[in-house]
């Protein structure tokens, strides 16, 4: 069963964990291992409260209020679960009643299961290995008993009997994966050759009448993820090699191998160390500092969280190769070769390829499949990919195939190393038992760091490498200082929403009389209240917290004459979550000057008919997959996703190529310089679609116009002129929102269509519901997607 990671989540669960604890070597507390308490989270596919309420032992963590509360009440023979989450919108802890199954089936839909069993290469080499194996077995005159850890639908398990395994054994701890399992094992006539058991591998015992009659001369599994042992292989393959295996039982994949890249990168780097806001000097072409970064910043580690990508829409013009792909960490997941390390450290020397500095790790990995290396499972990008050794940088995404459940992977390096080119330098290369980290070493009697990167600053802890990129986007940063300083007097009193707003302190060195902040955590507060004594302006800015409701205007200098949102807030997923401000700024009227500005001034919320080339994957019905039959699995998937998931999703789009099929739609206006309506707004019409292809999908994205000058709108969509039927670029530090049609048409100009849109907006709780329909103009058929 595998579960990939989210970043945005990942750094919110560092963050709330840094509310509890303070190691004495650092003020910033980290979590040690914040993945094992993760492993079963999507990267791409969660919601603030699932995350939440995905931790085991919540009150070890932090208070209750920021965990849905579970409370069963009967309601006939079902029962009802209360939920408590955060809205991103309004700010406020909201009820809600959900069936209770409502936490798995979250679970469920927001599996990387469809996209995993969609990998054909993945699903054929798995098969080819099995056969493989199951073969050598024979040959060495041996019956063959197979044991499946982590079976999810039993796709494996049926492969190994297909293949002429004697026996399988096949497990599955996750009990509503297990039932489909069984189910599906049923309906492809393989529920007398499997025997499933509802437990994790570590829990089975072994013996006459026990969950495995004997032990297993061969293990199949699929308990990777985009680091290769954040899912806990390792301790997996150690039990499974003590308990559950023969001596010399064979293994499926045998062995993986880890490798390594060192590059530099600037652009990198953004989502990693914040560098100065700086602006063109008035009167001149010269550019100057207006927000400082702290000394303790400048000098952090950064955080050892892992930086998942799709390495193969990284444009070769983000970086330029230091080292060539180098394996740095083999694993024989026998444990007969080598060892399985929980802590383990390599060394290996390179020439570096260029002279400038060593920013970063790409890391990915392969997996053998079989015992003679012959069949081999790579997760490399397309310029190292075995099977492009003849294209190199000359090929793409397109010549490999796509997979979302394993990608690649950016480490940074806790400094960046400036070298010449043709330096022999050491990279380092580490892991404990669920994670990787790197450093480099210019020489042997260098003394370098061997440990886990960990953040001391606590930038890296209150914000996601989605909103470190944000602080480091010029374009972003033009836009703000032009509006501050179109603002901004020496009279002006500033009030700025938002979380970790580094303009507010640039509205102060631009001369503002006093500038109010609004932080929604100790944590937050402690980053900008060092950046605010680096930039010396402590006796201008003054923090106040998240619910100014309660603030008196008699505690501010003056009435507020200028109200500033980048926007940003540390629980926005959605492009729209930012709205946030508008309710913010709603809850503090009373503290605002007759005429104050406010900024942004409107919101608009876009949309764009697409063809995803490959993220249709993510929610495509299976119905067979080599071979075996997957309606179960797909009613599974298709039931989770329509009780618990939304239609709307994250998704970081420049990872994602799409095709345009129709120009931009302006799907709804708020005037965020009025007050907040009583009533809901609704928006809908429909618009012929012009471009000849496939359908599959909706983009959605928000543009803040921040004035009324178009130079000053900031768009979280496409960042360059839409042209039809070509890949769209887009804003690569926001998460666009995905909205994936259940029956994608192909549109021509014999079968001409239209979109037909609606949007609701709620705004006793600031939710944007959409539909989108795709109806065919020549005849009755209708694709309804609601």
Known sequence: MYFCHDDVMLQRL???????????????????????????????????????????????????????????????????VFTQQLNPITGKLEWGIQPEDYDYKQEVARSAYADMLHDQERNDKYFEGLRRSIEELRRRGQEVHVLD????????????????????????????????????LKANGFADKVHLVPKRSTEIEVGPGKDMERRANLLVAEVFDTELIGEGAIDTYRHARDVLLTEDALLVPSEGTVYAQVVSSKMLQRWNRIQPVTRVKPGTKEREVLVSVPVCVQQCPGAAAVHDLQLSQVPQEWFTPMSHPLPVLWFDWSGRKKDISCDEITRVKFETLASGDCDAVLMWWDLRMDQDGEVMLSCAPYWAHPNLVDKCWKGSSEDIPWRDHWMQAVYYLPQPRTVLQDTTLTLLSAHDEYSLWFNIQKDESECVCEERPVCECGIHIVNSR?????????????????????????????????????????????????????????????????????????????????????????????????????????????PWHSMYCWYLRNSCLHLLAPGAIRTPATVKIWGIPVQYRDLWKIRAPLSQCSGFKMDIFDKLIESACEEADERVEPQPLWEYPAKARGDPVCLLTLDLAATIPDSPLICADSVTLPSPGLVNGMALWADWHMT????????????????????????VYSRQGVYLFREPVTVDKVQPYRLHYSVTFQPCDGTLMFDFQLKNQTISNVHSNS
């Open 14 to 80: 560092q963050w709330l964990l840094s509310l509890q604890a303070s190691p004495t070597y650092s003020r910033w507390p980290v979590t040690k291992e914040s993945k094992s308490c993760f492993g079963s989270i999507s990267r791409r596919k969660n919601k603030l409260g699932f995350i939440l309420s995905s931790l085991e032992d919540k009150d070890t963590f932090i208070g209750s209020n920021f965990f849905p509360f579970l409370s069963k009440l009967h309601s006939g023979r079902r029962m009802s």
């Open 149 to 184: 850890i982590g079976t999810g639908t039993g796709l494996l398990s049926m492969m190994a009997v297909s293949c002429g395994a004697d026996s399988v054994t096949a497990c599955e701890a996750f009990h509503p994966m297990a039932e489909c399992a069984r189910k599906g």
């Open 466 to 574: 989605t909103r470190l990129g944000q602080l480091n986007d010029p374009r972003r940063i033009e836009i703000y200082v032009r509006v501050l300083e179109r603002y901004i007097k020496s009279d002006s009193v500033c009030l700025a929403l938002g979380d970790g707003c580094l303009m507010a302190i640039a509205a102060a060195k631009l001369g503002a009389r006093h500038v109010y902040m609004t932080e929604g955590s100790d944590a937050n507060r402690r980053v900008m209240q060092e950046f605010i004594m680096a930039n010396d302006v402590q006796h201008k800015v003054s923090i106040l917290s998240e619910d100014v409701s309660d603030t008196s205007v008699d505690q501010l200098v003056s009435p507020a004459t200028v109200t500033f949102s980048e926007p940003f807030f540390s629980t926005s997923l959605l």
């Open 708 to 731: 009324d000058q178009l130079e000053d709108i900031l768009t979280t969509g496409p960042v360059q002129p839409v042209i039809l039927d070509q890949y769209i670029s887009w804003d």
